[in-house]
């Protein structure tokens, strides 16, 4: 065996392999996505970029989950001949203020994505002396995903110091969508995409084989005979929303996807007009996507699950503020008897029965083995661990899920997750029982064997199944399969992903300038007489394995950690232009707007819409409002669904943050997010009309509705542009007020006269000084006064000057 030789990596500590040499040393050149299939040593690869990049600046190593980021670090330490105190982790479990220092100190930074974001945001670090950035699991980089934003500002930061930007992208399975891997390209700014599958040549030679079983199970009558009760009122769900007009066919293969693209359209349809068939279609949409979903535990699952899902469902029912659609179908006699016959038949799944038999077989063969099992649903993960124990102790079985806990789920904290890990691999447990938590973002090591209970359409999820098993040794995996069932679809559609997938970053070719994939041109009759008379080579994956150049590794380092030096005249040049810069952005810092931002809106789509503006935004704990724009100006920012909420919360009471939103600013403002119409509320129309009234004349707060978070930021932006640069308004947040100034006492006096509003008051004093001028003021000296008439001249001075009446 051969080992990399590097003076920063540790002798004997990496093997040579051809695939990744080749790919590292295009990655050290332009910014790249590498698609390896799990366990061929894509960190290796990230290894050998940074090892060559260190000399130019920091490191940051991404990955999506803190154990993740432990296991990457450890990985870096244990390879990479630097102090290893140099090699810090950045996450949540870090306080704030300790993470500038941690950053500060660091050559290399593994961190998790959102406290990078975070601390983007509140200043606290900056990107532009980062040579490289690594991003694993990159194909999370697409919509608001923290990836995306950190990308966008590594590239703007390192473009204000004149330096390339340099980022290696890492994931298994990139997706079969086109536009799916083209966004995630654009969002990296990858310039080409580095794919290898386990039948490569120079790949091939490190692949364990994987041993593939596929076990078809009969779905028992009595479990057919409850979906059939189920799909007989789905069908007639459907039939109510083809009647409505609004799905063109009945058809009960109606995917959870088309369900839930219907209930946005119809949430679209009901903010432009308020009509009763279009809430009964939205109420049915729910109806129809809970039966399906019932319909798939008992075809798929089993009763153990189909039994606490309907007892869920029958507590939002009988709850207060339980939805309608879950209310109609407990009253439908037959959902009633499929409950019934739930709670009733004393069989499971047979798929349980098949699982055992496979297990104990491999342990028959290899007592040491490793198995995971994997299912969609936690209520399922439960019910295998349970049966599995009546196997002890031949099988030990432990159930591994999520962080998130709900009333009836508890789920596992970080520490038990590692811990339940550490026992796994040393064999205190052998078969870890798993939901979509150990797919990626795990260290979870090789295993001989990976069951599905059952198959998934994501073929993402499906590669890296399967990715757990055969990286050491031979691996099999068994796929459990209900006849007649939507797992049968399931695996066909996953499969023909897969392939796709494959085919598309195969074709993809990736030019500096654009993102171009081959599907999009026209094929050419003879792809070899095509490229000799236009002189172009294809940019496929096959010809980048034949045009990758090997360079030695001893050659990236300057002499003695010493730069090139300048001459003298080139060096006073640079220092003039420096010093020229540095004026320029002193004064175009005293040009900045600035605005206040609450903490809580840190994870606002809002903040980043600002950052866009070159606003320089504040967090701070604001007592009042979310925003703050100027001296006078605090805003209070709410999404619909807020709005509605805070009407009916009490620890959320809107009317009060309003009322001491008006108190402490001059000019505030409310901003509402989105249709206050569209989507469910049980908040009667004329409590909304009520609440909005009040808002506007008790408070006097302006309302403005806007459609979304960017539409917020351009707003905020103007306003704060218009207070801060036109009006030469300075900013500054108000605290909550207990007590109200003298000015405010004296508006409050002159605003009290009837007739007499704020506005009118100001003019007043604003013209006569004080209180007792106004008062003494003769009508012709008020009617001189802006808005204050003949009218109104004449009650106020009727007001002061009649005798009491008792």
């Given at each position: 065996m051969?080992?990399?030789e590097?003076?920063?990596?540790k002798?004997?500590?990496?093997?040579?392999?051809?695939?990744?040499?080749t790919?590292?040393?295009?990655?050290?050149k332009?910014?790249l996505m590498?698609v390896?299939?799990?366990?061929l040593g894509?960190?290796?690869?990230a290894?050998?970029?940074?090892?060559?990049?260190l000399r130019e600046?920091k490191?940051l190593?991404?990955a999506?989950?803190?154990?993740?980021v432990?296991q990457h670090?450890?990985?870096l330490r244990g390879?990479?001949?630097?102090e290893p105190t140099?090699?810090?982790?950045?996450t949540?479990s870090?306080?704030?203020?300790k993470?500038?220092?941690?950053w500060g100190n660091?050559?290399?930074?593994?961190?998790?994505p959102?406290v990078?974001?975070?601390?983007?945001?509140?200043?606290r670090i900056?990107l532009?002396?980062?040579a490289?950035?690594?991003f694993?699991?990159?194909?999370r980089a697409?919509?608001n995903?923290?990836?995306?934003?950190i990308?966008?500002?590594?590239?703007?930061?390192?473009?204000a110091?004149s330096?390339k930007p340099?980022?290696?992208?890492?994931?298994?399975?990139?997706?079969?969508?086109?536009?799916?891997?083209?966004?995630?390209?654009?969002?990296l700014?990858?310039?080409?995409?580095e794919?290898?599958?386990e039948?490569?040549?120079?790949?091939?030679p490190?692949?364990?084989?994987?041993d593939?079983?596929w076990?078809?199970?009969?779905v028992?009558?009595?479990m057919?005979?409850?979906?059939?009760?189920?799909m007989q009122?789905?069908?007639?769900k459907l039939n109510?929303l083809y009647?409505?007009g609004i799905?063109k066919?009945?058809?009960?293969d109606?995917?959870?996807?088309?369900l839930?693209e219907l209930q946005?359209?119809?949430?679209?349809k009901?903010?432009q007009e308020?009509?009763?068939a279009?809430?009964?279609?939205?109420?049915l949409q729910?109806?129809?996507?809970k039966?399906?979903h019932?319909?798939e535990?008992?075809e798929?699952?089993g009763?153990v699950?189909?039994?606490?899902?309907?007892?869920?469902?029958?507590?939002?029912a009988?709850s207060?503020?339980?939805?309608?659609?879950?209310k109609?179908l407990?009253?439908?006699?037959?959902?009633?008897r499929?409950?019934?016959?739930?709670n009733?038949?004393?069989?499971?799944?047979?798929k349980l029965e098949?699982?055992k038999?496979?297990?104990?077989?491999?342990l028959?063969?290899?007592k040491?083995?490793?198995?995971?099992v994997?299912?969609?649903?936690?209520?399922t993960?439960e019910?295998i661990?349970?049966a599995?124990?009546e196997?002890?102790?031949?099988?030990r079985?432990?159930?591994f899920?999520g962080q998130?806990?709900?009333?009836?789920d508890k789920g596992?904290?970080?520490?038990?997750?590692?811990?339940?890990?550490?026992?796994?691999?040393?064999?205190?447990?052998n078969?870890?029982v798993a939901?979509?938590?150990?797919?990626?973002?795990l260290d979870?090591?090789?295993?001989?064997?990976v069951?599905?209970?059952e198959?998934i359409p994501?073929?993402i999820?499906?590669?890296?199944?399967?990715?757990?098993?055969?990286r050491?040794?031979v691996?099999?995996?068994a796929?459990l399969i209900?006849?007649?069932t939507r797992d049968?679809?399931?695996?066909?559609?996953?499969?023909?992903?897969?392939?796709k997938?494959?085919r598309?970053?195969s074709?993809l070719?990736l030019e500096?300038?654009?993102?171009t994939?081959?599907?999009?041109?026209e094929?050419?009759a003879s792809a070899d007489?095509?490229a000799k008379e236009s002189?172009?080579?294809?940019v496929?994956?096959?010809?980048i394995?034949?045009k990758?150049?090997?360079?030695?590794?001893?050659?990236f380092?300057w002499?003695?950690?010493?730069?090139?030096?300048?001459?003298?005249?080139?060096k006073s040049?640079q220092e003039k232009?420096?010093?020229?810069e540095e004026?320029?952005?002193e004064s175009?810092?005293?040009e900045r707007?600035?605005?206040?931002?609450d903490?809580?809106?840190?994870?606002s789509?809002?903040i980043?819409?600002?950052m866009?503006?070159?606003?320089?935004l504040?967090?701070?704990?604001?007592?009042?409002g979310?925003y703050v724009?100027?001296?006078?100006?605090?805003?209070?920012?709410k999404?619909a669904?807020d709005?509605?909420?805070?009407?009916?919360s009490?620890?959320?009471?809107?009317?009060r943050?309003?009322?001491?939103?008006?108190?402490a600013?001059e000019?505030p403002l409310?901003?509402?997010e989105?249709?206050l119409?569209?989507?469910k509320?049980?908040?009667?129309?004329?409590?909304?009309?009520?609440a909005l009234?009040a808002i506007?004349t008790d408070?006097?707060?302006?309302?403005?509705?806007?459609?979304d978070?960017r539409?917020?930021?351009?707003?905020?932006h103007a306003i704060?542009?218009r207070?801060?640069?036109e009006?030469?308004?300075?900013?500054?947040p108000?605290?909550r007020?207990t007590?109200?100034?003298?000015?405010e006492?004296?508006?409050?006096?002159?605003?009290a006269?009837?007739?007499v509003?704020v506005?009118?008051?100001r003019?007043?004093?604003r013209?006569f000084?004080?209180?007792?001028?106004?008062?003494?003021?003769?009508?012709?000296?008020?009617?001189?006064?802006?808005?204050?008439g003949?009218?109104?001249?004449?009650?106020?001075?009727?007001?002061?000057?009649?005798?009491y009446?008792?």
């Amino acid at each position: 065996m051969r080992f990399v030789e590097h003076p920063l990596i540790k002798e004997g500590s990496i093997e040579e392999r051809k695939y990744q040499i080749t790919i590292a040393e295009k990655a050290k050149k332009d910014s790249l996505m590498v698609v390896l299939p799990t366990g061929l040593g894509k960190t290796v690869i990230a290894a050998l970029v940074i090892a060559d990049k260190l000399r130019e600046g920091k490191i940051l190593f991404l990955a999506p989950t803190r154990p993740l980021v432990e296991q990457h670090a450890t990985f870096l330490r244990g390879v990479l001949n630097i102090e290893p105190t140099f090699i810090k982790t950045l996450t949540g479990s870090i306080p704030p203020e300790k993470r500038s220092e941690v950053w500060g100190n660091a050559k290399i930074v593994v961190a998790t994505p959102q406290v990078i974001e975070n601390d983007l945001l509140l200043g606290r670090i900056e990107l532009s002396d980062v040579a490289h950035v690594t991003f694993d699991e990159c194909h999370r980089a697409v919509g608001n995903y923290a990836y995306v934003f950190i990308s966008e500002k590594y590239h703007e930061q390192r473009a204000a110091v004149s330096k390339k930007p340099l980022i290696l992208g890492m994931t298994a399975s990139p997706g079969s969508d086109e536009s799916r891997i083209m966004e995630i390209c654009k969002n990296l700014r990858i310039k080409f995409v580095e794919v290898r599958t386990e039948h490569d040549p120079d790949v091939a030679p490190y692949v364990f084989r994987k041993d593939f079983e596929w076990v078809r199970v009969d779905v028992p009558e009595e479990m057919k005979e409850i979906r059939s009760l189920l799909m007989q009122v789905l069908e007639e769900k459907l039939n109510e929303l083809y009647e409505l007009g609004i799905i063109k066919r009945r058809r009960k293969d109606i995917t959870k996807t088309e369900l839930l693209e219907l209930q946005s359209m119809l949430q679209a349809k009901i903010s432009q007009e308020r009509s009763s068939a279009l809430y009964r279609a939205l109420s049915l949409q729910a109806e129809i996507l809970k039966l399906k979903h019932a319909a798939e535990l008992v075809e798929t699952q089993g009763l153990v699950a189909l039994r606490r899902y309907f007892e869920r469902l029958r507590n939002e029912a009988e709850s207060r503020g339980g939805s309608r659609a879950a209310k109609r179908l407990m009253k439908d006699e037959r959902v009633r008897r499929a409950v019934f016959l739930a709670n009733v038949i004393d069989e499971e799944h047979p798929k349980l029965e098949v699982l055992k038999r496979i297990l104990k077989r491999q342990l028959m063969l290899n007592k040491t083995s490793r198995i995971m099992v994997f299912t969609n649903f936690r209520d399922t993960a439960e019910m295998i661990t349970a049966a599995l124990q009546e196997l002890y102790p031949h099988v030990r079985a432990v159930r591994f899920v999520g962080q998130a806990s709900k009333p009836d789920d508890k789920g596992l904290k970080q520490k038990e997750q590692v811990e339940i890990i550490k026992k796994f691999k040393d064999g205190e447990y052998n078969v870890l029982v798993a939901t979509s938590v150990a797919e990626e973002g795990l260290d979870i090591p090789s295993t001989d064997l990976v069951v599905f209970y059952e198959p998934i359409p994501s073929e993402i999820r499906s590669i890296q199944r399967k990715g757990r098993a055969g990286r050491r040794k031979v691996g099999k995996v068994a796929i459990l399969i209900a006849k007649g069932t939507r797992d049968e679809a399931y695996y066909w559609l996953s499969r023909r992903k897969e392939l796709k997938m494959l085919r598309k970053i195969s074709e993809l070719s990736l030019e500096p300038d654009a993102l171009t994939p081959h599907a999009n041109a026209e094929p050419p009759a003879s792809a070899d007489t095509t490229a000799k008379e236009s002189g172009e080579t294809d940019v496929s994956a096959d010809s980048i394995k034949k045009k990758a150049m090997q360079k030695k590794l001893q050659d990236f380092f300057w002499r003695d950690g010493a730069e090139p030096k300048l001459g003298a005249a080139r060096k006073s040049k640079q220092e003039k232009k420096l010093k020229t810069e540095e004026k320029q952005n002193e004064s175009a810092e005293r040009e900045r707007i600035r605005i206040f931002v609450d903490q809580r809106e840190l994870r606002s789509q809002v903040i980043k819409f600002l950052m866009s503006f070159d606003v320089k935004l504040e967090f701070k704990n604001l007592d009042v409002g979310d925003y703050v724009l100027s001296s006078r100006v605090g805003v209070e920012r709410k999404t619909a669904v807020d709005f509605l909420t805070s009407l009916v919360s009490a620890e959320r009471n809107l009317l009060r943050q309003i009322k001491e939103l008006s108190e402490a600013y001059e000019r505030p403002l409310l901003i509402i997010e989105g249709d206050l119409k569209a989507g469910k509320t049980q908040i009667h129309p004329n409590a909304l009309r009520g609440a909005l009234a009040a808002i506007l004349t008790d408070f006097g707060v302006p309302i403005v509705q806007v459609e979304d978070e960017r539409e917020t930021a351009a707003l905020l932006h103007a306003i704060a542009k218009r207070e801060q640069l036109e009006l030469k308004r300075d900013v500054s947040p108000h605290d909550r007020k207990t007590a109200k100034t003298l000015k405010e006492q004296q508006e409050y006096v002159v605003s009290a006269i009837p007739g007499v509003g704020v506005a009118v008051a100001r003019n007043l004093l604003r013209r006569f000084k004080t209180v007792e001028r106004v008062m003494t003021a003769s009508e012709e000296e008020l009617m001189s006064v802006e808005r204050v008439g003949a009218a109104t001249a004449k009650r106020i001075r009727q007001v002061l000057i009649a005798e009491y009446d008792d």
